[in-house]
């Protein structure tokens, strides 16, 4: 069963939602981005989620130890990093904690993905490039780019409930990721989470 990640929730609604149609996981980001939460502000969150959904912490860049801190805290059970953290910084945030470990792509070339899968993260996270953006950009990238993976990865960039069971099929992914393709007017919808949801596990 692909898995489904529903990222940038900022409010209560949005985690009242994603307890009725329950996702695999939801993600909280703590890098600068217009939905950009405070560890207060997702620790609240967190403790109205259901404990079945797995919270993920989305970073651009930032000090391991704020990162440690949320996960030995149980805000975040999964680590996504979005910037451009080295293998160095990889193996340095997995000596201090078991949480899962994500690494973004904004993806260019199949040569970056194949070398991108050497890393000692847990999974990749294949995004669209964007000059000046880290992520959330809402566009798709060439899937075509993607090559056979021996590590599993979410795909993201432009998913919808109109398209996301067609690439599904096509890419095979471990997971989904959307955030912009469940949001109207930059709030996410509950509408549309539940077609996001319904469209995915249709396809089984």
Excluded at 44 to 49: F, N, R
Excluded at 75 to 99: D, F, M, P, S
Excluded at 172 to 177: A, Q, S, T, Y
Aim: proline share 3%; net charge neutral; aromatic share 6%.
């Amino acid at each position: 069963m692909t898995q489904i990640k529903l990222c940038g929730l900022t409010r209560e609604e949005d985690i009242a939602a994603v307890n009725r149609w329950r996702p695999d996981y939801i993600g909280f980001v703590f890098a600068n981005s217009r939905r950009q939460v405070t560890p207060e502000q997702a620790r609240h969150l967190k403790a109205g989620l259901d404990p079945h959904i797995k919270s993920v912490g989305v970073f651009t860049n930032a000090l391991v130890q704020s990162i440690i801190e949320l996960c030995e805290t149980g805000v975040i059970e999964v680590v996504q990093l979005h910037g451009n953290e080295t293998e160095e910084y990889i193996r340095a945030l997995k000596q201090k904690t078991t949480c899962f470990v994500i690494k973004a792509i904004r993806v260019q070339s199949t040569e970056q993905i194949l070398q991108a899968q050497k890393l000692s993260c847990d999974l990749l996270l294949l995004d669209t490039y964007q000059k000046g953006l880290y992520g959330g950009s809402g566009k798709t990238f060439d899937r075509a780019l993607i090559p056979t993976l021996h590590k599993p990865f979410f795909l993201a960039g432009g998913l919808e409930s109109g398209n996301i069971a067609q690439v599904v099929e096509e890419c095979h992914p471990f997971g989904v990721d959307v955030s912009s393709g469940a949001e109207t007017d930059g709030l996410k919808d509950e509408t549309k989470i539940k077609r996001i949801i319904e469209a995915i596990r249709s396809i089984g």
